[in-house]
């Protein structure tokens, strides 16, 4: 609940609300592992339970753009059980499919439900203070990057010992425990009743929003590059790893997304830096950290290692750009929190999608060698992007950012400055 003496966030139920976040997105990479259990299983191509992630990934698209605005305008306690309740339900319809046409359907309202993952971040920023914000936001994102990294590993296994269907049984059983855990223990919204705004109006703010903030603007535009990269090594992964001389089981494969969660644990290191004003300074080493970790992914063929390197450094460096780009754009329009974070993650799932469908091609043409020099020059043009946009007014935010408490330390000059 929220500390008595303040309106900041206690760090227990901060970390709940990263646990549901992680629980939540992993819904939509489940599937990742399973697709030939399934295909077996309801008597499909392969070819068409591929449709299984492309409707998952365009329902959790639909998702962002008409479910997260609504956290502006109605309460978030409320908006967030609801989600998880109707994400029960459609887990339970995958678990239950008999047919592909029913599982592809249930498939695409997972999807479009779980961006709760997104409203509880917006949430968890709107109830933390603002010398906490950022590392609330630090924490609860990382709780959807373990999420997203452990979904293959959990799937796989579970898929291995009870087939897939049982997958999906055990996240709806675990989701609903969650929704009711979050009901008794998360207080109400409270804060000042907004102006009435028809759903399509609130829907279209969202790019009124990209139109007059340039923040979002940069800081989204940095979420499609930064995601393009991740995903450009995470994509075509499984097929070097599979092949020999390495021929990796999928349960093997999937332990990789604990490489990748020890990396995402510098999330909340992240926060407190950018609570501290050192925004600008994270996001340098962050990029900086992305950029070197293809080197060492490009010496996959010597040894596995040298990938469990660079899946920590390259979602290290992930971590650092998106926990401070979160942290800046709340700081900009408090009241449009929620459509600032449906506008930005649209960008982040743009970045996703061009990841992955060029990976692919580049490594059927060239080779994992190819891939590397792909998500090289990907993770340079992020850094060179942030260098060409780093201009004020978003260093003046980044100053802004530093809290209160710390003035007094400071030369006067510099306190006027910073406001």
Do not use: K
Not at 167 to 188: D, F, I, Q
């Amino acid at each position: 609940m929220l500390r008595p003496d303040s309106r900041r966030l206690s760090p227990a139920v901060a970390w709940l609300f990263s646990v549901a976040s992680g629980l939540a997105v992993a819904n939509v990479y489940y599937a990742q592992p399973l697709l030939d259990l399934i295909a077996d299983d309801l008597r499909i191509s392969h070819a068409t339970v591929g449709l299984v992630g492309t409707l998952t990934q365009v329902g959790y698209a639909a998702g962002l753009l008409l479910l997260v605005p609504l956290g502006d305008h109605v309460d978030r306690r409320i908006l967030i059980t609801a989600q998880l309740g109707l994400s029960v339900a459609a887990l339970a319809a995958v678990a239950l499919a008999p047919s592909a046409p029913l599982m592809l359907l249930a498939m695409a309202a997972v999807g479009l439900l779980a961006v709760v993952a997104q409203v509880l971040v917006a949430y968890a920023a709107s109830l933390a203070g603002p010398a906490d914000r950022g590392r609330v936001v630090g924490t609860v994102t990382s709780g959807i990057v373990v999420g997203i990294l452990l979904a293959r590993t959990i799937a796989g296994t579970i898929g291995d010992l009870a087939g897939w269907r049982a997958v999906y049984v055990v996240s709806a059983v675990a989701t609903g425990a969650m929704a009711a855990v979050l009901a008794a223990v998360v207080p109400a919204e409270r804060r000042r009743r907004p102006a009435p705004i028809g759903y399509l109006r609130l829907v279209g703010s969202v790019f009124t929003l990209f139109a007059r903030e340039p923040v979002l603007r940069v800081r989204a535009g940095l979420a499609l590059l930064i995601f393009t990269a991740v995903t450009v090594l995470l994509t075509p992964m499984v097929l070097p790893l599979a092949a020999p001389p390495f021929a990796l089981s999928h349960t093997e494969i999937g332990l990789f997304g604990l490489a990748g969660a020890a990396g995402a644990l510098g999330a909340g290191y992240a926060g407190r830096q950018a609570d501290r004003g050192r925004a600008r300074r994270t996001v340098a080493i962050g990029l900086t950290a992305m950029l070197a970790a293809w080197p060492a992914a490009a010496l996959l063929p010597h040894s596995v290692w040298w990938l469990v390197l660079a899946m920590v450094v390259i979602d290290y460096g992930l971590q650092s750009v998106h926990v401070v780009n979160h942290h800046l754009l709340y700081q900009v329009r408090p009241e449009a929190q929620s459509r600032l974070t449906a506008g930005y993650m649209l960008l982040y799932s743009a970045g996703s999608a061009l990841g992955a469908i060029g990976s692919t091609l580049v490594y059927e043409r060239g080779g994992w060698t190819a891939v590397c020099l792909l998500g090289g020059a990907v993770s340079l043009l992020a850094l060179v992007f942030w260098r060409l946009t780093d201009r004020p007014p978003h260093r003046a935010l980044n100053r802004r950012a530093a809290p209160r408490r710390a003035a007094p330390r400071r030369a006067a000059g510099r306190r006027a400055v910073s406001r």
